[in-house]
């Protein structure tokens, strides 16, 4: 049986990766290994792949590298994996040195940390003991991107699959010769790539495998029925999941508004109440209170303890800056607004990749909403496990 190692961070980059892994047991095609960086390991833990680690790759000649990466764990405060951490940053560093030399390593991680590195040595080591057949990454610049260009020296096929738009990543991944295949989330991202220098042949629209989970029917169901309890049948009902805006873009140094999720949200908050059939869901990120509101009916707070697929069904909109939730709502057939002037604008152009169904500025947001909301739903994109089937398919090309 031929050999799959998946190379993958935390969030939702491992989120993509996990049911794909476990697809390719499940169907027989291939034995399946997880390196899975930093927040990645307890996610591939729990799903019971088999996870491997940097530390496990650890030889006696790195006695040097762990010092240092020591060093650097405990300028990071507390961390769940510290003989982990040290193993990654450690041999991060020395890949640095060993590239640019030790001072023009020095200057780089001051300026740049942890995103000055690209630890090609490294994953070609792990590469050389795996020996895998097939190597499958995302979209992350760092050790992801390490492992593709270690694999290409190797001869080992890649495949990279793209969780969004690679507006960023396209540095790297629209460049000839990254990986044999892209899997991409619509055909905006494929023409975008396309644009770039990739061969059409190379580019393959599949979905992203993290949202199959959201067209379970069973969700389309459980968004009815939230509707009909909460009394919201025949009423226009938006969400807005709070954000946070930086002053300073955290890469390139631009001046941001910290207060625009403030005005966005007043501003919903005051359309809301100027329509009587209209109803505003309000949902606070993961331990965070919720915003001051008024207290009137029509604005609910729809917080961590609603289950976020059902609640995506239920309403008609979502209106967003930058917030994945906004794709995650497009996907199971909710309107998207979304509203210009965040730092991160051109990470997530919603409208020109055919997500949102308006980009507007906040002075334009009650216009949309008036539009928006009149359209009714749209329809949910996609089925369950399309994207997976579709990553699994393009992988059985190299089994």
């Not at 947001?365 to 994109?381: F, K, Q």
Request: with cysteine.
């Amino acid at each position: 049986m031929k050999k799959v190692l998946f190379v993958c961070y935390g969030s939702g980059h491992v989120r993509m990766v996990v049911p794909v892994a476990k697809a390719l047991v499940a169907q027989g095609l291939a034995s399946v290994q997880v390196l899975g960086l930093t927040t990645a390991a307890p996610v591939v833990r729990a799903a019971g792949l088999p996870l491997l680690q940097i530390k496990d790759f650890i030889e006696a000649s790195d006695a040097a590298a762990l010092a240092r990466g020591r060093e650097l764990v405990a300028g990071m405060g507390q961390v769940d994996d510290p003989v982990e951490s040290a193993a990654y940053l450690g041999l991060s560093y020395a890949d640095l040195s060993a590239e640019a030399g030790e001072e023009e390593a020095a200057r780089r991680h001051a300026q740049l940390g942890r995103q000055a590195f690209l630890p090609v040595r490294t994953l070609r080591r792990v590469l050389e003991r795996v020996k895998p057949d097939l190597l499958v990454v995302t979209n992350s610049p760092r050790a992801e991107r390490a492992a593709v260009l270690a694999a290409r020296g190797l001869g080992i096929p890649a495949v990279c699959i793209v969780d969004l738009f690679a507006v960023d990543e396209v540095r790297w991944i629209g460049a000839r010769g990254y990986a044999q295949r892209i899997c991409v989330l619509n055909e905006g991202v494929r023409d975008f790539l396309v644009a770039a220098g990739r061969q059409p042949r190379e580019i393959v629209v599949t979905g992203n495998p993290a949202f199959d989970a959201l067209r379970d029917p069973a969700n389309a169901t459980l968004g009815a029925q939230i509707r009909r309890s909460q009394g919201w049948e025949g009423r226009r009902v938006l969400l807005w999941p709070n954000q946070a805006e930086p002053a300073i873009h955290p890469f390139d140094g631009s001046p941001g508004d910290p207060d625009l999720p403030a005005r966005v949200l007043q501003a919903l908050v005051d359309w809301t109440l100027a329509h009587p059939d209209a109803v505003l869901c309000v949902r606070p990120r993961a331990g965070e209170a919720p915003p001051p509101l008024p207290s009137a009916n029509q604005v609910v707070v729809t917080g961590q303890d609603w289950a976020l697929p059902p609640l995506l069904h239920t309403v008609d909109a979502v209106v967003t800056l930058t917030s994945t939730v906004g794709l995650e709502g497009h996907l199971c057939g909710a309107r998207l607004v979304q509203v210009l002037g965040s730092v991160f604008d051109a990470a997530m152009p919603l409208a020109r990749f055919g997500v949102a169904d308006a980009a507007v500025p906040l002075a334009g947001l009650g216009d949309a909403l008036d539009r928006w909301t009149a359209a009714g739903r749209g329809a949910t994109t996609g089925a369950p496990g399309e994207a997976t089937d579709r990553v699994v398919r393009v992988l059985a090309e190299f089994l």
